[in-house]
């Protein structure tokens, strides 16, 4: 074999050894899906133009398969969510109540599920999605196709390693937010609490 074949020999054995170990789009959103609940807490910042600090708001989330997310808002005021399949329902003195569904912030919500929950073919309906990194530590990029989502966001960044870290929201208008995701684990079993809020 001539070194000219040998060299393009070599090349090929790397691209294959490279194409084998890539992380792939697919392969991030079967690592995503594996856990069946992850409990954690969050922090969001909310940076607008206006003010000078980014509004801050904590709390902690439950993200179940086949039932949705449970997202509770603690400080600056106490406030439930429930983000599912059906849509998007607040808790109040009487109960859970389901939301318009075609508010800016219901798209958020939605999208939120999506990624925490590794929905890339959900994801790719409405954004170009650019993936880097290994399954310890990634980032996806999302710009979107549609339209309407062209007019909220300029583009999506998200991060993460077995589990999402952080997603952040950059906006036409020049305002964005940064969610973070801590202590996140996937060792605890819904609560029976848990379970009746999904339930409702």
């Known amino acids: 074999m001539t070194p ?3 060299c393009l020999s070599a090349l090929a054995l790397l691209g294959l050894a490279s194409m084998a170990n890539a992380f792939d789009l697919q392969q991030l959103s079967d690592q995503l899906a594996k856990p069946d609940v992850i ?3 969050f922090i969001q910042e909310k940076h607008l133009r206006a003010l ?3 509004l801050t708001s904590k709390g902690t989330f439950v993200l179940a398969k086949n039932h949705g997310l449970l997202w509770r808002l603690k400080t600056p005021l106490q406030q439930d969510y429930r983000i599912s399949d059906k849509g998007i329902a607040r808790r109040d003195v009487n109960g859970w109540q389901m939301l318009p569904s075609k508010s800016a912030g219901a ?3 939605r999208l939120f599920l999506a990624v925490l929950q590794g929905d890339s ?3 790719q309906r409405d954004f170009e999605l650019s993936l ?5 530590t990634w980032r996806l990029t999302l710009i979107p196709r549609s339209m309407l989502l062209k007019q909220v966001f300029t583009q ?7 589990l999402v870290h952080s997603i952040e929201l950059l906006e036409t208008q020049g305002d964005s937010t940064l969610l973070r995701m801590q202590d996140s684990t996937s060792a605890q079993p819904l609560s029976d609490a848990e379970q009746h809020d999904f339930a409702e």
């Open 107 to 109: 798209e958020q919500n």
């Open 4 to 6: 000219f074949f040998k």
């Open 132 to 136: 880097s990194g290994d399954a310890q």
């Open 156 to 162: 999506i960044n998200i991060a993460g390693g077995e």
């Open 39 to 41: 409990h954690g807490n």
């Open 121 to 123: 073919s959900g994801l």
């Open 52 to 54: 000078p600090k980014p």
